[in-house]
């Protein structure tokens, strides 16, 4: 069964500390994996695609890899402003636009 | 540029009522879809549209119908509302045909039924 699962399920780092957000994904093939951010009360906001392993985005202090198992969501010297909920999602090869699989994401809280 | 409107933003409705929840997008893409969000599930697909005129079944249809008559619109309808359809709806349209990238969300609907 095509499953994302995203850990950890809360993260809460100081202005400046580092960190990464996992998702991990078991699908029949892999045709995309897209990483979101969700601030509260909004819809996701698109950040990035991935489609084959080794692949690298980078987008201000973020930076998503990808694996044959999993993405990484790597977060450089965050700021208050990088708080939100990430979300990770996958298309599995072979399937319509309408077969995407989302994880239930990483609360991250940056204290100042 | 508006992007996904939604409205309407919050809703409250009493067991067996109905409602229509609309979602409009200015980008002309192609592919719109609804999916409802509960704390802890992430996002789950109600029902989608690839054109229209055409709708079709996501993962979670149940208690849904759907209708795309404008290539603008894409209306959700509630026939008769059940407590576990309290959630929040999120609209969504794509452009991108085969690979779903860069989709652009609405704003959301909280929906409670009580």
């Known amino acids: 069964e095509d499953q994302v699962t995203q850990s950890p399920e809360a993260l809460r780092l100081q202005e400046g500390e580092s960190s990464s957000l996992n998702c991990s994904y078991t699908?029949?093939?892999?045709?995309?994996l897209f990483w979101y951010r969700q601030d509260p009360g909004k819809g996701p906001e698109f950040l990035f695609t991935l489609y084959s392993a080794g692949e690298e985005k980078e987008k201000e202090r973020l930076k998503a890899t990808l694996t044959k198992k999993e993405s990484f969501l790597h977060i450089t010297a965050p700021k208050p402003e990088d708080s939100a909920t990430y979300l990770c999602?996958?298309?599995?090869?072979?399937?319509?636009?309408?077969?995407?699989?989302f994880g239930s994401g990483t609360r991250l809280s940056i204290r100042p | 540029n508006a992007g996904v409107t939604q409205t309407p933003k919050f809703r409250v409705l009493k067991t067996g009522q109905s409602m229509t929840l609309l979602c409009a997008q200015d980008m002309n893409h192609e592919y719109m879809y609804w999916y409802r969000q509960d704390p802890g599930m992430g996002l789950r697909l109600i029902h989608y549209?690839?054109?229209?005129?055409?709708?079709a079944k996501g993962e979670v249809p149940d208690g849904y119908n759907v209708s795309r008559l404008k290539k603008q619109n894409f209306l959700l309808g509630l026939e008769s509302a059940a407590p576990s359809q309290t959630s929040v709806y999120f609209c969504?349209?794509?452009?991108?045909?085969?690979?779903?990238?860069?989709?652009?969300f609405g704003q959301g609907t909280r929906l409670t039924v009580v």
């Open positions: 999602a996958v298309q599995a090869s072979g399937s319509s636009a309408s077969k995407i699989i």
């Open positions: 549209s690839v054109g229209e005129g055409t709708t």
């Open positions: 699908v029949s093939g892999l045709r995309g």
């Open positions: 969504a349209s794509s452009y991108r045909a085969g690979v779903w990238t860069e989709a652009f």
